[in-house]
């Protein structure tokens, strides 16, 4: 399959957080959202997030909240055409790879995952 990563500006309001994310993964704290609010203030937006087409978050849920937080409309985002339904086993695994890459992890969080 030919995966395109177009990068593109989303409405901020179009964008929803992944139903399972909760599930795998605990929320951020609100120091966490303000170190990373911080960052992007500082060097921006050094990466987009990846979405469904639908607008589910598939990549990138903290940096939307401190997006949100700074009070920005948009955010840089690749839409995920070859990853259309949120609920897919590729869709999750994206969901679980991206975020065990990115975080450090307790036993018990990658037990879930």
Not at 19 to 43: V, Y
Not at 48 to 60: A, E, K, S, V
């Amino acid at each position: 399959m030919d995966l395109k990563l177009a990068v593109e500006e989303v409405e901020l309001g179009r964008l929803r957080d992944h139903p399972r994310q909760s599930e795998f993964f605990t929320s951020a704290t609100h120091a966490d959202i303000e170190e990373l609010a911080d960052d992007l203030i500082q060097r921006g937006q050094q990466e987009p997030i990846h979405i469904c087409p639908d607008g589910t978050i598939i990549r990138g849920h903290r940096r939307v909240a401190a997006a949100k937080r700074l009070g920005w409309k948009s955010i840089k985002a690749v839409v995920r055409h070859d990853l259309p339904d949120p609920g897919s086993d590729a869709t999750v695994a994206e969901l679980i790879v991206d975020n065990v890459k990115r975080q450090q992890l307790d036993d018990l969080a990658l037990a879930r995952c």
